[in-house]
């Protein structure tokens, strides 16, 4: 394969080293430093693929992150990945990509006949066509547009790739490595600021790469890389290449994203795909420089139009003509600057100028070079379907309202110069309100809003010595402010040739009795036509314009089209550019990787997994696990084949006849001191507080300020000031906060400490009628009988040699103890429970034996303290002291909380002692009622009661206190069952709670 | 992402705080007969106020101390943070 649009010398890829990559199957050859656009230019590639909603022919646009067309897949070491730009992909051994949007393929593409039909396709056209009838979404609209649109395809397979994140901080972030982003950096970094320096290409210099230019009697792009090696020797600068800072968000956060591997074949070991940079930066230097803007014309979207700039870059950077016999079409004096390029390498450039008359250094260059230039021309209309084969041009008037007589001419490539648009989205993301310069009709970031600076292009200045002279300045400026060094540099001499002023001149008239489609976003197909209707049926609001036409809503964010639009909203409305106002620019300036942005936080990684210190024995005894919060908890031991239900049954039942152990590591522990402690219990628990004796627990239950339950549990005097408390395994962080809000805010003359020791205890509740000779065995030294363990007693104990502390607490409603021990002795303790247990039977249970057991007890969980309820519904109001005040209790006096009928906590069973009810179903009175059935009440637990052998629920029921006895229907729509029901008490096995005490 | 100058730590992320509502709030004194407006205000009634806004946060991945950040609701500016205990001027 030849490389025939490849020039001889020139370029600033390695022509030492050639690649070979697929495109739509077929192979080609590039060098390294290519990108795929500039491979596939180099060997005559034009058409890559068909637009977004004409399926019309598309080539290259632009060279970079500009580019509205050349949207590829990419297949790379058995991933894909779509909406890759070819124009910022770099080149590597074995690459392959595809076209998108096309189909069955690019040459000839069936969707393209929505370009024939185009009668049916204006603006509004989603709005209006598939609205209506509702029932053909579905079956016909939604098939075609997902076979017909569409920018690529995602992978459907897990991403093996790895995305990294990084929080960095710096003194000076520079985005972008143009002339403003170099002298800024140097200035900075000379005073011995921390900089960072963020080049979105592969290559540092931005536009120095393809000026012509002189810079301290070097090149500019000599000096480029002078000044690039002497920052990379600095160990206060960080210069990253491939690296676009896409979003500027609150308070100087920037965050970036480095491509670390996507320019090679694979990754390497241990690194990621790409990098995501959180930069938090005292100041910020925006020189993302500037985006030739395009000229509208008839057919401007036909593969071999491109921007001026780019065919200047492709021969510059690349060594690639875009085609032999060019024609380039301008407002200003940039299209010259590739007309001369092209003479300089052998190839005869005509230029049609829409200014009369103008004159500067450069138009005097290209006349001494014998450049052929037509002023007060343009180009009417491109001619050619899937490439440039002539162009219809004429002269124009000085109003630029007529056509001279139509004249083609012969051509391969259309090069366009419609003058700069300032890159200004980062400054606007930073809130900076932009406003428009006339003289170079595009807007330039006004005011800083937050600590920022923008030079250079970015800002609208396009002579070099003034960039440079004012980026060296802010440089020494901003980083003196910060480091207070103040090294002076010489500002080097500049060589530049000067501009002319353009013209003001953006969109060429139609020719009469033609009807030419000319575009103004090239990605989504939105053309002049389009914008004319969308004003024509009463949009007026641009960015109502821009949602209804789709205009600048592509995933090139407009970035070659928001102006000219601007221009055309502001010609047929009669108003003034910054009258219209622009649609608000939004990170990511381009499209970053959902990848990236996700991380290292994914499948297991998504949250922290916490483990008990018991975990490898539950997990060598064959224990199924569940997530409780962020802990991993043993829901079952499985023997044998024993499924859930069949194992829980077995294990709750075992508490019940023997004695079971359950890890309760993950219950929430507080340490609460000082000698204030009983006096914040007895302000936070409903219940009173002060006069709980040292070595006693009592149960508590603490509310929100609006009365509804927010957690409960057990607090244990240990001694004279100082408490244990537990709390949920769920409410466990809030809990903390909430007695930290008091304690710091509202009463900061309590005298109390309060710490988390949640992890520093190993938890083991030891319940079933033989667990009181268990606790004996294991403690032989300590009296654990009725009268020295009493019910909701406390003592500390010696296990084998550590000490433990011993709650007579319990949750299972039987007979029942926890042991703590510090975390490490956790697993001891565990086995000790095991090896001593053996002769009572004792079997490990889960937390859905735990779950039954403290179900058919009618002990309420998080299911029925679920953020609604409040102490009555929990029939826990025994417990609510009406002597003191404490947390919430002014609310409770509500009327709906005092209501008669206020819902309760009962009950249920089936009728038919048979079927489960399922959790979350409805209890209503008439189960044929129609739709919507009354609901009572909710059914917030089921288990299946080992006592009685029959299901059993727990629910909150409208005045449940008056309904025990009543037979409802319990309906659940989503499992498709209706079960009749009788109300009971929730207190179904043991209601006099005599088997605690025994 | 907010930058928070925590009193205590220095200058922290704000992935490192949690929010905790407007900050002039002042609980009524436990034991006393508070009526219902009252008490209406204090749980539920907030201004959403566009502009400077006086509002808790903790730190909770840090010191865990409560503070008052003083933010405007729509530009994010913070001017001042206090400690819990000090009084705003
Ligand atoms: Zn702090």
Redesign the interface.
Known sequence: MTQAFRIENGGLINKDKKLSFKFNGKTYLGYEGDTLASALLANGVHLVGRSFKYHRPRGFFGAGVDEPYAVVQLFRNGETEPNIKATEQELFEGLEAKSVNCWPSVNFDIGAINNFLKIFLPAGFYYKTFMWPKSFWYRIYEPFIRKAAGLGVASTKHDKERYEHK?EYCDLLIAGSGPSGLAGAYAAAKNGAKVILAEDKPRFGGSLLTSDVNIGNQSGKDWADGIVAELKKMPNVVVKNRSQIFGY?????LVMSEKVSDHLPSTKKYHPNKRLW?I?AKEVLISSGSIERPIVFGNNDTPGVMLSSAAKEYLKVYGVLVGRKPLVFTNNDSGYETAIEFKKHGVDPIVLDSRKNPESEIIDEAKNLGINIKNSYVVVAAQGYKKVKSADIASISEDKKQLGKIENIQCDCICVSGFWTPTVHLASQS?NKTKFKEEIDAFVPGQS?QNEITLGAANGVFSLEETLKTSFTAGSELSKKITENDNKIAIPNVVEKKSSQHDRFWCVPLPKGKNYKRFLDFQNDVAVSDVEIALREGYRSIEHVKRYTTLGMATDQGKTSNLNGLQLVSEIENKVVPAVGHTTFRPPYTPVSIGAIVGREVGKHSKPTRKSPMHSWHEKNDAVFVDAGVWLRPRYYKRGNENLFEASKREAKNVRTNVGVCDVTTLGKIDIKGPDAAELLN?VYTNAWLKLPVGKARYGVMLR??GIVMDDGTTTRISENHYHMTTTTAQA?NVL?HL??YL???W?ELNVNVVSTTEQWAGAAIAGPKSRDLLQKLFPNSDVSNEGLPFMGYMEGDLFGVKARIYRISFSGELAYEVNVESDYGNFMWEKIIEVGEEFNIQPYGTEALSTLRIEMGHVAGSELDGRTIPFDNALEGLVSKK???IGK??LQRSAFIAEDRQRIVGVVPLDKQTSIPEGSHLVKDDKAPLPNPKLGHISASCWSVEYDNPFSLAILKDGKNMIGQKLFAMSPLKNKVIPVEIVSSHYVDPKGERVRS | MLYINCPHCGMRSQNEFSYGGDASVKRPELNKEVSDQEWDNFVYNRKSLRGKHLELWQHISGCRQWIKVERDTATHEIFRTFKADEEVA
């Not at chain 1, 968000?249 to 956060?253: F, G, I, K, V």
Request: proline share 4%.
């Open positions: 929080y968000y609150d308070h100087n956060m959180y938090r809130g809003k302000r300020e609006d962080a906060s930290e809000y710091q805010l509202v900061p003191k005040d404490f002014r609310s």
